[in-house]
């Protein structure tokens, strides 16, 4: 057993948690939890309670599944069913290419919070950073060491914004379990921005990566993937609170840039720059995490992709930070992208599902039936809610 805890302590299953809780927590959570909460107050709690619950469905099924039949989503879809693997993975590299162009805004409106720089010019050289991060290292190194300090900072910085808005505990605790108001559009948003798409997929290959597979390794996995729920369901809550506290005094947030006005509001201009460097933080590690999935999808296409994925990771952001800076709107587009893979989430998680049911892929293993429940249950509360929802983000988008 000492081996398994070193590894787990300080190599790829934390790195995994990590990577998919920093990727959930990106700059689009940190818009969206914002722009709900404005319209929700302390109901918002409830959202992000059901947010966890189906985080858990989705993460648990995909993560164990994965692993156990040491094939990635898109390998495991071909085996299924010839082809279905090619158009799952163009359906995820499309929704992980939406959130990078999100995650490209995001960094665009840190850097400007930081600096004054326009969106556009903070955007061009978080590109550059990013690309610079994974010539300078190895991929699966970096992303092990540098999501975990990412992912710390952020919530010891939030945390310390949430205490200083003195929120009302008791009132947020009371409508987390009885909401006075609901949202779907919430809902399903969150939920997009926290495991859809790409993100359904990031810690689970990441651990395909590094070799932790295979039916003895349940165990291992089943931990990472509830340490990435954790992480990241302390950081919404802790963002959570302190935007409902800042509310409740009466603060006026930027139309523009909401987030930013929930820390300046709390801890004035010192909470303004915090806020520039969580912000830029998330979108950074968002970025690296958006790209690094989505090009592992790549693979299923052809060798070549394998063989140069630095260079296509490297095309992937220059290409979402170039579509960033001709379109612009970089609140709609973090909004935009969280209910886009809100759809892609249904659809991917039913292919993996199914796939569990299979002795051909599974072999000996048999999945538990009361974790197929639950992803079936994730599978049509989101699949029935994230069309309407779709709709009436694009109308937003091109408004």
């Known amino acids: 057993m000492r081996p398994l805890k070193v590894r787990w302590f300080g190599g790829a299953s934390l790195g995994a948690a990590f990577l998919m809780a920093n990727s959930s927590i990106g700059p689009g959570f940190l818009t969206q939890t ?12 409830f959202v992000i309670l059901v947010s966890v619950v189906l985080d858990v469905g989705a993460q648990l099924n995909t993560w164990r599944i994965l692993t156990v039949s040491e094939l990635r989503a898109q390998d495991l879809a071909n085996k299924l069913l010839p082809g279905l693997g090619y158009a799952l993975a163009t359906l995820v590299i499309l929704g992980g290419f939406a959130f990078n162009i999100g995650n490209i805004a995001g960094c665009g409106l840190g850097l400007n919070v930081l600096t004054g720089l326009s969106f556009e010019q903070g955007a061009v050289i978080s590109c550059v950073v990013a690309l610079v ?15 975990k300090i990412l992912g710390t900072v952020k919530i010891l910085l939030t945390l310390g914004i949430a205490i200083s808005a003195h929120p009302p505990l008791g009132e947020a605790l009371h409508h987390t379990l009885l909401p006075a108001k609901l949202s779907a559009a919430a809902i399903v948003t969150i939920v997009g921005g926290t495991v859809g798409g790409y993100i359904t997929f990031s810690g689970a290959h990441r651990l395909l990566d590094a070799g932790i597979k295979g039916p003895g390794s349940v165990a291992e996995v089943n931990r990472s993937a509830v340490s990435g729920i954790v992480i990241s369901t302390i950081m919404r809550f802790v963002l959570f609170l302190a935007i409902v506290g800042v509310l409740t005094h009466g603060a006026t947030l930027d139309k523009d840039n909401p987030a930013a006005g929930v820390f300046r509001a709390a801890a004035g201009e010192v909470g303004f720059r915090v806020f520039g460097v969580i912000l830029w933080s998330a979108a950074i590690s968002s970025v690296v995490g958006a790209a690094y999935t989505s090009v592992s999808f790549f693979k299923t296409f052809h060798p070549v992709f394998a063989r140069y994925e630095r260079v296509c990771i490297s095309v992937f952001i220059i290409l979402s930070t170039s579509i960033f800076v001709l379109v612009g709107k970089p609140t709609q587009l973090l909004v935009f992208a969280g209910a886009i893979n809100g759809l892609i989430l249904p659809i991917a998680l039913a292919v993996v599902l199914i796939a569990a049911t299979s002795r051909r892929l599974m072999g000996t293993y048999h999945h538990p039936r009361w974790m197929l429940a639950a992803g079936w249950v994730v599978v049509f509360i989101m699949g029935g809610l994230s069309v309407p929802v779709l709709v009436e983000q694009v109308g937003n988008l091109v408004r």
């Open 34 to 45: 914002t722009v709900f909460t404005q319209q929700l107050l302390t109901s918002f709690g």
């Open 133 to 147: 991060l994974f010539w300078v290292r190895e991929v699966g190194q970096m992303l092990d060491g540098f999501t």
